[in-house]
């Protein structure tokens, strides 16, 4: 019995000390997107036609090579970075922001709206997420950022007002919603003081993890051509360019391929931390 | 706020109480009883005879089919906010499982202040925690225990912190169901004493839903014998479970052993 | 159990109905037509091509064309691909994408489930460690990266399978596109199998079990690994769904001629029908993947039982 909790705990610290890593690792690498234009001689998007397609280390000035344009590909790289954590960061908070608000409705009102709610968000399960996207593209046009969130944070609440009504419903019939009834609590008043507090562990950490994914989405638009226009760039959409050109450059596919993976498998082990601590139901 | 009700002798009635889930069978068919202020009525029989249910739909927890239930003569049929919010300060429930009827990420303080915030806005923190502290006191728990969390007390002291906010509002009933069956015997004699000197010292009314009827004959004076959503038997507790008319009265007495409780009476 | 199923099957058709409607008018609505080329056609030629499709009718009327077509099972010919109507199309492209990926599916809840068992039963010990390095990894790198990586690896410099290319599903060709649809899976399943054992075998009856003197092994095969499966089967019936219909992402970079490129391929040119089609395909494999996920779940744990 000793030898299992010893085990456990030492199974908790190893863990966060992955976390940690995890913490450390993303703080270097927001740090080096931030500090980029400082960091390179070059800017982003400027055009070198007398230097195409440097491979690493030929040119002392250019790190990481050069694309086709002779653009730099570190500073282009840090850019797409920047935005990718831009939006992936921003999507995810609007995601968790409508998707809490639905669920924990839907979970507490129960019955009849529960179920009109909850068939809402199985019909947008339904939709393909790029078909989705396209719309809202050709609708307010291909490439804006604001555009981009919406379309990605439309999708990302879906799962987490799941989790939440979820959890609102379970929350329901326990005594202390009773309670709080019998004493004269408000709907609103058991939502904000009951519900929300009870269900704000799960969802933090669901957050958390959520960032990675509405980065990969991103990602996922812009490597189809949907998301990032030029001259602006994200991780997708240098991916997308690197893959084309691999054979001839794949240092152009590898340096945004490194960086999205290092960002992303960082960010879901810093989140399954998160979750460790957070989520009650993990440790009992 | 109280005298929102109109008042009258009887605290409770209830009359002709149909409650069902669905259009099944009703779970509740024709129940009827009656609670004087001051009084304690006992609600016997097994599980599944829709105890928990009519203690559920007496304080308007949950739909009613058909039939009233009226407090201090007014059918909660028409109440609006302003008569639930007064019967909220008349009653208040004690639930089975203490530790599932606190909320786990409240400390014990936040917990009994939760009725003042929700009926006395108006009252200061500082009033607040003097309330706070007198209420612990009369349920017998140290100062201290406002600060912790339910999940660090007993699952005695839950019952009691329990007990401890339906006593908040200064009800004229509690209404328990099972208050003691998941605890621990010994700690079961503690909260029951706590239960019968708030009901002789503080005339709190109370409605008892247990399915030990030794618990019931110490504590109640009034009993009612529920069996699969019907009464089967009611009046004086003496009458009842000395005089058993009914051959389910009889089973369930047979049933339980007798020895808790007499002692102390 | 029958009688349920059917219910529920019966029940999915308002639920796709209301799918249609909605992606029927909100991809009309849309601005932009099938015909709006960069230059533009003469006004002549383009009403007698709009006459030709039914697109001069009312919105309304086109609709109930096209529900009655689909009633019938016809999703209507394509604007961009002449004389291909869609149900050709989805024909060709959707066993394709279907094939790949039933064998990815297969693929990586056979690497998974096991995986996230043996994670589970050593917590903390090196397997488990080693379950979490990897099924991390597999998350964290997407098909678009993932495939791209493989074929540049093992097909551009190791040169042990084609980079890319398809030649009627050979073995030698569909490995890496299968791979890179089957690491998620792999990897979700691991992790989800993994905390669902071990928040069952922490549960009351187990512990109970293993008071009666049951192995280890046996506790997990005859009591722990059912209940312990719920929550892959909620994940895995809407994941299911989005593997069989083809993935846009694997099937471009490895040049696969499947049904997954169709739903961008026709929303960026307006080919409305051939959107239609794949939003119906889609929206009927998610359904049936959630009913067939729902029945599973009924299997599995006896109490849940739906009104």
Redesign the interface.
């Known amino acids: 019995m000793a030898g299992s909790t010893l085990?456990?705990a030492?199974?908790d610290l190893?863990r966060h000390r992955?976390a940690l890593a995890a913490a450390v690792a993303l703080a270097a690498l927001c740090l080096v997107a931030l500090a980029a234009p400082w960091l390179s001689p070059h800017a982003a998007g400027a055009i070198d036609l007398a230097r195409p397609a440097l491979a690493p280390g030929a040119d002392a000035s250019h790190g990481w090579g050069t694309d086709r344009l002779g653009r730099d590909v570190f500073a282009r790289t840090m850019q797409g970075l920047r935005i990718s954590l831009l939006i992936g960061l921003a999507a995810a908070l609007v995601s968790a922001v409508i998707g809490v608000a639905w669920g924990a409705v839907a979970g507490y009102a129960g019955g009849r709206i529960d179920a009109v709610m909850m068939?809402i968000v199985?019909?947008l399960?339904?939709?393909?997420f790029?078909?989705f996207v396209?719309?809202l593209a050709?609708?307010f046009g291909r490439g804006s950022v604001p555009v981009l969130l919406a379309a990605i944070a439309s999708v990302g609440w879906l799962t987490t007002a799941r989790i939440v009504r979820g959890q609102a419903l379970a929350l329901r019939r326990?005594?202390?919603i009773?309670?709080?009834?019998?004493?004269?609590?408000s709907g609103g008043?058991i939502l904000w003081?009951?519900i929300l507090?009870?269900v704000a562990g799960p969802v933090i950490a669901y957050t958390a993890l959520t960032v990675?994914q509405m980065i990969?989405y991103e990602?996922?638009l812009s490597?189809?051509g949907?998301g990032v226009q030029e001259p602006l760039a994200s991780l997708?959409s240098l991916?997308?360019e690197?893959?084309r050109d691999?054979?001839s450059a794949?240092w152009l596919?590898l340096a945004p391929?490194a960086c999205?993976?290092?960002l992303?498998?960082s960010l879901?082990?810093l989140g399954?931390g998160l979750r460790d601590v957070l989520d009650p139901?993990?440790h009992? | 706020m109280i005298d929102a009700m109109a008042s009258g002798t009887s605290l409770l009635q209830v009359r002709d109480l149909r409650v069902g889930y669905g259009a099944g069978d009703a779970v509740l068919h024709g129940v009827r009883l009656d609670l004087a202020p001051g009084g304690a009525l006992g609600i016997c029989g097994e599980s599944g005879s829709g105890k928990t249910t009519l203690l559920r739909a007496i304080l308007g927890l949950m739909a009613i089919s058909n039939g009233e239930v009226l407090w201090r003569g007014r059918s909660i049929a028409g109440f609006r906010a302003a008569q639930w919010r007064a019967l909220r300060r008349i009653a208040q429930p004690v639930f089975q499982d203490p530790l599932a009827s606190l909320d786990p990420r409240m400390r014990v303080g936040t917990l009994l202040a939760e009725p003042l915030r929700v009926h006395e806005p108006g009252a200061g923190r500082a009033a607040r925690e003097v309330r706070i502290a007198v209420a612990l006191e009369r349920v017998g728990l140290p100062a201290q225990a406002a600060g912790r969390f339910p999940h660090e007390l007993s699952g005695g002291q839950c019952q009691r912190v329990a007990i401890a906010r339906a006593m908040m509002l200064e009800p004229e009933v509690l209404v328990c169901d099972e208050p003691v069956s998941s605890l621990d015997v010994s700690i079961q004699a503690q909260v029951l004493a706590l239960l019968q000197a708030l009901h002789r010292e503080r005339r709190v009314a109370l409605v008892f839903v247990s399915h030990n009827l030794a618990v019931v004959r110490r504590l109640c004076s009034q009993v009612l014998i529920l069996r699969a959503g019907t009464v089967v038997e009611a009046g004086p507790t003496v009458d009842v479970l000395d005089r058993p008319r009914h051959e389910y009265t009889r089973r369930l007495i047979a049933s339980v052993p007798q020895v808790p409780g007499r002692a102390v009476r | 159990m029958m009688r349920y199923a059917l219910a529920r099957i019966i029940g999915l058709f308002p639920t796709l109905l209301l799918l249609v409607t909605a992606a029927f008018f909100v991809i009309r609505l849309a601005p932009g037509g099938p015909f709006d080329e960069e230059r533009a056609l003469p006004p002549q030629v383009r009403a007698n091509l709009e006459a030709a499709y039914g697109l001069d009718a009312p919105l309304a009327t086109q609709y109930l064309r096209y529900v009655g077509g689909l009633l019938r099972g016809d999703l209507g010919p394509s604007f961009k691909h002449k004389d291909m109507g869609v149900n050709e199309l989805i024909a060709g492209g959707l066993p394709v994408s279907a094939a790949l990926g039933a064998v990815a599916l297969a693929l990586g809840l056979l690497l998974g489930v096991p995986l996230g068992c043996l994670a589970a039963l050593h917590r903390a010990g090196p397997v488990d460690l080693g379950a979490t390095i990897v099924t991390a990894l597999a998350l964290a790198l997407p098909a678009f990266v993932l495939g791209p990586l493989l074929s540049l690896a093992f097909g551009l410099q190791l040169r042990w399978l084609p980079a890319a290319g398809w030649e009627n599903g050979s073995l030698r060709h569909a490995l890496l596109p299968v791979i890179t649809l089957a690491a998620p899976v792999m990897a979700y399943s691991a992790r989800l199998v993994r905390s669902g054992l071990l928040e069952v075998l922490g549960a009351d009856y187990i512990r109970a079990a293993r008071a009666r003197g049951l192995g280890q092994r046996r506790i997990v095969l005859a009591h722990a690994l059912r209940p312990a499966l719920l929550p892959l089967v909620g994940w895995l019936g809407p994941a299911a769904a989005v593997v069989l219909t083809g993935s846009l992402i694997v099937e471009t970079v490895f040049g696969i001629p499947g049904a997954g490129r169709f739903l961008v391929e026709g929303a960026l040119n307006r080919d409305y029908t051939l959107v239609m089609g794949m939003i119906v395909v889609y929206g009927v494999a998610t359904l049936l993947c959630n009913l067939a996920a729902d029945l599973a779940y009924g299997w599995l744990d006896p109490r849940i039982r739906r009104p």
């Open positions: 085990a456990s030492g199974r190893a992955a068939r199985d019909i399960y339904a939709l393909p790029v078909f396209i719309i050709t609708l326990q005594g202390f009773d309670a709080a009834r019998a004493m004269g609590s008043r003081r009951h507090p009870n990675p990969i990602s996922f490597f189809l949907l997708g991916i997308s690197g893959a691999m054979e794949p596919l391929a999205l993976t290092l992303t498998l879901n082990v399954d139901r993990t009992p």
